[in-house]
C-alpha cells in the first residue's frame, strides 16, 4: 500500500483545481491565517455581507456543490477511479423546525439515488440537524412530543432506507447527548438490521467507556439476532468535552493521551473484524497507521478486499492519497462531500480549517503532495 503515490490521489482534478487546493492548503497550514480568516467570516455573517469572496476557494476545495445534484456530477467523477461518495447536507446550527424538515428531505432524496447505485453507497446526517439539541440532554423528558417527531422522522428515514435496501450513517455527537442518541439506534437497528444493515451508529473511541459500550452492542446483536452497522471516529471535539466536564463538573470522557485513543481505535477494528459476521465496519480515519492496520487484519483473516461488509472512509479535500490508493488496492472507500448553501456551510468550512491547521503535520504534507502534482499537470 504506497500512500505516496500524489499523481494517482489528484487525477481527478485539474490543473485549476489544483491551484486552488494550494491556496487553500497555504492558508489553512496558518494558524494566524486561519484564526484571522473565521473571525472576518463571523464578522461579514453578522453584518450580513456577500460571504461568497472570503469564501470560494475553501468553500470548492472541502464542498461537492449547492446542490444533491453537484454531489451526483462528483461521484461520477471520483467513481473512475473507484471512489464512491456519501453526499452530506452539512447545514449545521439551525434549530429550527423548517431546517429539520429541510435535512429529513435531502436525507430522503440521497437514499433514493442511493438506491441500486454502487457511487453512492450510503446516506449519512447528523442527529442534531433533525432535533433540538436540548430535547437530547439527560433530563430531557422522552414523552416530550417534540422528541417522538424526532422519533418519527427517524423512522420515515429509516423505514425508506430498509425498502430500498440502503446503509444510513448516523453521526455521533457531544458526549451529552450521545446516550440518547445511542438508545434510539440500538432500538432501530433490532428492528431494521435484521437481514442487512440499514442502521450505522458511531463509536468515538477517545472515549473511555467505547470499547465496553461496542462488546454490549455485540451481545445485543446476538441476543436479539441482528446485525451491527458500526462508523468507527476517534472524535472531533476533544477541546469542547474537556471544557463542558470541568465546567459541569463530571468526569472527563476522554482519554487523558492520544495513544490512548490509538490504542483504542485499533482494538475496536480488531474486535470488530474478528466478529465480521455480525459487524459491519465502516472506518473513518485519516490516521495510516489504523488504515495500515485495519488491511493487515482483513488480510490475515484473507477476507476479500472488496467485501462490503468493510468501508474505509475520508473527508472530501483531505488525505486523497489514502483514498485512491485504497481504491487502487479494491478496497471499498468513501468519500464524505459535504454540500449545501455557501451561507449554511460556514461551520463546516471553519471546523476543517481550524482541524488543519492543528493537525498542522498531514496538512503540510498534503501542501507538499500538492506543490509536486502541480510540477508535472499539464491541463
Ligand atoms: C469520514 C469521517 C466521518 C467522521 N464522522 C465523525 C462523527 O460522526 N463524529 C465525530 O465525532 N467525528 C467524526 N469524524 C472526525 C474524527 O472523529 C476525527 O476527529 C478526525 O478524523 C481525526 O482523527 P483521525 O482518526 O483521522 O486521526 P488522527 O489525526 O490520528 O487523530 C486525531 C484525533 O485523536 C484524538 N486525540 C488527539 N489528541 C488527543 C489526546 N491528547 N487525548 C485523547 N485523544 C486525542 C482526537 O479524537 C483527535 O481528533 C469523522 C471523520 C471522518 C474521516
Same mark, same amino acid.
Given at each position: 500500500?504506497?500512500?505516496q503515490n500524489?499523481?494517482?490521489?489528484?487525477?481527478?482534478?485539474?490543473?485549476?483545481?489544483?491551484?486552488n487546493?494550494?491556496?487553500?492548503?497555504?492558508?489553512?497550514?496558518?494558524?494566524?491565517?486561519?484564526?484571522?480568516?473565521?473571525?472576518?467570516? *463571523?464578522?461579514?455573517q453578522?453584518?450580513?455581507?456577500?460571504?461568497?469572496?472570503?469564501?470560494?476557494n475553501?468553500?470548492?476545495?472541502?464542498?461537492?456543490?449547492?446542490?444533491?445534484?453537484?454531489?451526483?456530477?462528483?461521484?461520477?467523477?471520483?467513481?473512475?477511479?473507484?471512489?464512491?461518495?456519501?453526499?452530506?447536507?452539512?447545514?449545521?446550527?439551525?434549530?429550527?423546525? /423548517?431546517?429539520?424538515?429541510?435535512?429529513?428531505?435531502?436525507?430522503?432524496?440521497?437514499?433514493?439515488?442511493?438506491?441500486?447505485n454502487?457511487?453512492?453507497?450510503?446516506?449519512?446526517?447528523?442527529?442534531?440537524?433533525?432535533?433540538?439539541?436540548?430535547?437530547?440532554?439527560?433530563d430531557?423528558?422522552?414523552?416530550?412530543?417534540?422528541f417522538?417527531?424526532?422519533?418519527e422522522r427517524?423512522? +420515515?428515514?429509516?423505514?425508506?432506507?430498509?425498502?430500498?435496501?440502503?446503509?444510513?450513517?448516523?453521526?455521533?455527537?457531544?458526549?451529552?447527548?450521545?446516550?440518547?442518541?445511542?438508545?434510539?439506534?440500538?432500538?432501530f437497528?433490532?428492528?431494521?438490521?435484521?437481514?442487512?444493515?440499514?442502521?450505522?451508529?458511531?463509536?468515538?473511541?477517545?472515549?473511555?467507556?467505547?470499547?465496553?459500550?461496542?462488546?454490549?452492542?455485540?451481545?445485543?446483536?446476538?441476543?436479539?439476532?441482528?446485525?451491527?452497522?458500526?462508523?468507527?471516529?476517534?472524535?472531533?471535539?476533544?477541546?469542547?468535552e +474537556?471544557?463542558?466536564?470541568?465546567?459541569?463538573?463530571?468526569?472527563?470522557?476522554?482519554?487523558?493521551? *492520544?495513544?490512548?485513543?490509538?490504542?483504542?481505535?485499533?482494538?475496536?477494528?480488531?474486535?470488530?473484524v /474478528?466478529?465480521?459476521?455480525?459487524?459491519?465496519?465502516?472506518?473513518?480515519?485519516?490516521?495510516?497507521?489504523?488504515?495500515?492496520?485495519?488491511?493487515?487484519?482483513?488480510?490475515?483473516?484473507?477476507?476479500?478486499?472488496?467485501?462490503?461488509?468493510?468501508f474505509?472512509?475520508?473527508?472530501?479535500?483531505?488525505?486523497d492519497?489514502?483514498?485512491?490508493?485504497?481504491?487502487?488496492?479494491?478496497?471499498?472507500v468513501?468519500?464524505?462531500?459535504?454540500?449545501?448553501?455557501?451561507?449554511?456551510v460556514?461551520p463546516?468550512l471553519? +471546523?476543517r480549517?481550524?482541524?488543519?491547521?492543528?493537525?498542522s503535520?498531514?496538512?503540510?504534507? /498534503?501542501?507538499?503532495?500538492?506543490?509536486?502534482?502541480?510540477k508535472?499537470?499539464?491541463n
Amino acid at each position: 500500500m504506497n500512500f505516496q503515490n500524489f499523481n494517482l490521489a489528484y487525477r481527478y482534478k485539474s490543473k485549476k483545481e489544483l491551484k486552488n487546493s494550494l491556496i487553500v492548503f497555504k492558508i489553512i497550514t496558518s494558524p494566524f491565517l486561519v484564526s484571522l480568516g473565521s473571525s472576518l467570516i *463571523k464578522i461579514a455573517q453578522r453584518l450580513k455581507l456577500p460571504l461568497k469572496p472570503f469564501t470560494a476557494n475553501i468553500y470548492k476545495h472541502f464542498c461537492g456543490g449547492e446542490s444533491l445534484d453537484d454531489v451526483i456530477a462528483l461521484s461520477e467523477k471520483l467513481s473512475k477511479y473507484g471512489v464512491k461518495s456519501i453526499p452530506d447536507y452539512s447545514v449545521e446550527g439551525q434549530a429550527e423546525e /423548517e431546517s429539520f424538515s429541510k435535512l429529513e428531505n435531502e436525507v430522503l432524496k440521497t437514499i433514493k439515488i442511493a438506491h441500486n447505485n454502487p457511487d453512492i453507497p450510503f446516506a449519512v446526517f447528523k442527529p442534531t440537524g433533525l432535533v433540538n439539541p436540548e430535547l437530547l440532554t439527560k433530563d430531557s423528558d422522552i414523552q416530550n412530543p417534540e422528541f417522538k417527531k424526532f422519533i418519527e422522522r427517524f423512522n +420515515r428515514i429509516f423505514s425508506y432506507a430498509r425498502e430500498l435496501n440502503v446503509r444510513v450513517l448516523v453521526d455521533a455527537e457531544d458526549f451529552v447527548y450521545q446516550h440518547k442518541i445511542d438508545d434510539t439506534l440500538l432500538n432501530f437497528m433490532k428492528r431494521y438490521n435484521k437481514s442487512f444493515p440499514v442502521v450505522f451508529t458511531t463509536l468515538q473511541m477517545y472515549r473511555t467507556d467505547r470499547l465496553d459500550y461496542l462488546k454490549f452492542l455485540l451481545t445485543e446483536a446476538e441476543k436479539n439476532d441482528f446485525i451491527l452497522g458500526i462508523k468507527f471516529v476517534r472524535g472531533a471535539y476533544m477541546e469542547k468535552e +474537556r471544557a463542558m466536564a470541568k465546567k459541569s463538573n463530571y468526569p472527563d470522557p476522554i482519554y487523558k493521551t *492520544k495513544v490512548e485513543t490509538d490504542n483504542a481505535y485499533n482494538s475496536a477494528l480488531k474486535f470488530a473484524v /474478528e466478529n465480521i459476521n455480525r459487524i459491519n465496519i465502516f472506518c473513518a480515519t485519516h490516521n495510516e497507521e489504523s488504515t495500515l492496520y485495519l488491511i493487515s487484519l482483513i488480510d490475515t483473516l484473507r477476507i476479500s478486499h472488496s467485501d462490503e461488509r468493510i468501508f474505509f472512509s475520508q473527508l472530501y479535500g483531505m488525505r486523497d492519497n489514502i483514498s485512491f490508493a485504497l481504491a487502487s488496492e479494491g478496497f471499498n472507500v468513501a468519500k464524505y462531500i459535504p454540500y449545501g448553501p455557501v451561507n449554511k456551510v460556514i461551520p463546516y468550512l471553519i +471546523r476543517r480549517a481550524q482541524e488543519n491547521s492543528s493537525a498542522s503535520s498531514h496538512s503540510k504534507s /498534503e501542501l507538499a503532495m500538492l506543490k509536486e502534482v502541480l510540477k508535472n499537470k499539464n491541463n
